[in-house]
């Protein structure tokens, strides 16, 4: 091989180098889905005609060593950072992973604060018959209306009587309006004995109500919610969404439960970090 056929073929080698560095470069990118092996056993080919022949030129020489030394050091890197991928430690992996957890959480945050805080609504889309509602509603009020009235029930039972009970019958013109009273019944009153206070066994007096605690106070509830912002961005937690009027009321709500359950000790709160997260927990004095 002449000098001037290894210099074309040092200089396609060079190329083919840079070519599949860049392929490499693509793969640790998630562009390529493979490996580029191909081009790389085309190239150590090459490589291997090469080195079978020795120029007497010693820039061609220089060029040749400078090939074969950029070729290991990129053979190491590759081999490192496959190594890598195969076992889920590549860096680009694991920001991909990171990215799609911290995505998950802000959704179920979302959800969960649009479920507790956000009012009821309504969908704009929904057909609704406001003309179907009307006419419901207005047989609705004709059926109130022709319903008879409780009093007209007891005159008819009256007017059904026997002759001898139905009171006499008065002038037209001075007939007073008809009352209708309480119906009473024909059996004897029982009477009620009175109790001898002598006899009479001493019932218990009521045990005396305890003295239940009501929770944190408003400057206390206060502290606690500072503590529990302060807590949260300290372990990098979003507080834009949380106001001091949701988390008071949600510890005023567990206070008489705690209340029951320890027989009126003294409740309070503090801030926890458990798993990872920041939470408020009770905690109960004596």
Do not use: C
Not at 67 to 78: E, F, S, V
Not at 146 to 158: F, G, R, Y
């Amino acid at each position: 091989m002449t000098p001037k056929e290894f210099e074309i073929r040092l200089s396609d080698a060079e190329v083919q180098l840079s070519r599949i560095k860049h392929l490499y470069e693509q793969w640790f990118q998630g562009i390529e889905r493979i490996e580029p092996q191909i081009p790389r056993k085309q190239f150590d080919r090459g490589l291997h005609e090469l080195r079978k022949v020795k120029p007497r030129n010693t820039a061609l020489r220089f060029r040749f060593q400078t090939l074969i030394q950029r070729y290991t050091t990129l053979q190491t890197y590759w081999r490192r950072i496959g190594r890598q991928i195969e076992e889920g430690t590549y860096r680009r992996d694991l920001l991909r992973a990171r990215r799609r957890r911290e995505a998950s959480r802000a959704e179920r945050e979302q959800e969960r604060a649009r479920r507790s805080s956000s009012p009821v609504e309504l969908d704009p889309n929904a057909d609704l018959n406001m003309d179907e509602l009307i006419a419901d509603a207005s047989d609705r009020m004709d059926e109130l209306l022709k319903a008879p009235e409780p009093s007209s029930k007891v005159a008819t039972l009256d007017l059904e009587a026997p002759e001898a009970t139905r009171p006499a019958a008065a002038p037209q013109s001075e007939q007073p309006a008809a009352r209708f009273g309480k119906p009473q019944s024909r059996r004897p009153a029982l009477k009620r004995e009175k109790s001898n206070p002598a006899i009479t066994p001493s019932r218990r007096a009521p045990p005396a109500i305890t003295t239940r605690s009501k929770g944190p106070g408003e400057a206390r509830m206060r502290q606690i919610y500072d503590s529990y912002v302060e807590a949260k961005r300290s372990n990098n937690e979003r507080t834009d969404k949380i106001d001091y009027e949701t988390v008071a009321k949600s510890l005023k709500k567990m206070v008489p439960k705690l209340d029951r359950k320890h027989k009126g000790k003294r409740v309070d709160f503090k801030v926890v970090v458990k798993d990872g997260k920041v939470g408020i927990k009770p905690v109960v004095k004596k």
